[in-house]
């Protein structure tokens, strides 16, 4: 090997060890950035957080405020009457006949019919006692009530009037 030769080894040599140092130190550099980067968050969990710290109300002030606060009570007004079953009806002929109808007419799973001789047992006991099992549900030894009928999104208002409703059609 000729002296130039080596002397452009020496120097190639160099150049990679410098180039192989620069690598080395970007990559301590990147490990050091990363470790640095919070750790991605949950959807579910920032979603609970948002929810969490939602403001619950609104601060209305003068005329232009009281308006925007009738237009919102009106507003939740509409939307938990949309959510009552039957438009929040009370009328117990309508509720008995969309939703009472397909026990309490065929006598399915123990269901009184409207006959006077299926109430004996359960007149005694009182209005109260029926509206509270209509309500809450009720398993007793001739069958099964499921609370509010089956029907959740009715209100007890509208469960007492079809109860109220049957009885006064007590046949």
Same mark, same amino acid.
């Given at each position: 090997?000729?002296?130039?030769?080596?002397?452009?080894?020496?120097?190639?040599?160099?150049?990679?060890?410098?180039?192989?140092?620069?690598?080395?130190?970007?990559?301590?550099?990147?490990?050091?950035?990363?470790?640095?980067?919070?750790?991605?968050?949950?959807?579910?969990?920032?979603?609970?957080?948002?929810?969490?710290?939602?403001?619950? @109300?609104?601060?209305?002030? /003068?005329?232009? !405020? +009281?308006?925007?606060?009738?237009? *919102?009570?009106?507003? #939740?007004?509409?939307?938990?009457?949309?959510?009552?079953?039957?438009?929040?009806?009370?009328?117990?002929?309508?509720?008995?006949?969309?939703?009472?109808? @397909?026990?309490?007419?065929? /006598?399915?799973? !123990? +269901?009184?019919?409207?006959?006077? *001789?299926?109430?004996? #047992?359960?007149?005694?006991?009182?209005?109260?006692?029926?509206?509270?099992?209509?309500?809450?549900?009720?398993?007793?030894?001739?069958?099964?009530?499921?609370?509010?009928?089956?029907?959740?999104?009715?209100?007890?208002?509208?469960?007492?009037? *079809?109860?109220?409703?049957?009885?006064?059609?007590?046949?």
């Amino acid at each position: 090997m000729r002296n130039y030769d080596l002397e452009f080894l020496k120097k190639f040599s160099m150049v990679i060890g410098f180039l192989v140092l620069v690598t080395l130190g970007l990559i301590i550099a990147a490990i050091f950035v990363h470790g640095q980067l919070p750790a991605e968050v949950n959807p579910d969990v920032a979603k609970r957080t948002q929810q969490r710290i939602a403001p619950v @109300g609104a601060v209305y002030a /003068g005329s232009t !405020g +009281a308006a925007a606060q009738q237009a *919102a009570s009106a507003a #939740a007004a509409a939307k938990a009457a949309s959510q009552v079953a039957y438009g929040g009806t009370t009328d117990g002929s309508v509720i008995f006949n969309n939703l009472c109808t @397909g026990c309490h007419t065929s /006598g399915a799973g !123990g +269901a009184p019919t409207l006959d006077q *001789a299926h109430w004996t #047992a359960r007149l005694p006991k009182g209005k109260d006692t029926l509206h509270k099992h209509a309500i809450e549900g009720f398993t007793g030894t001739a069958g099964v009530m499921p609370p509010k009928g089956g029907n959740p999104a009715l209100t007890d208002e509208q469960v007492i009037a *079809a109860v109220d409703w049957m009885l006064a059609n007590l046949k």
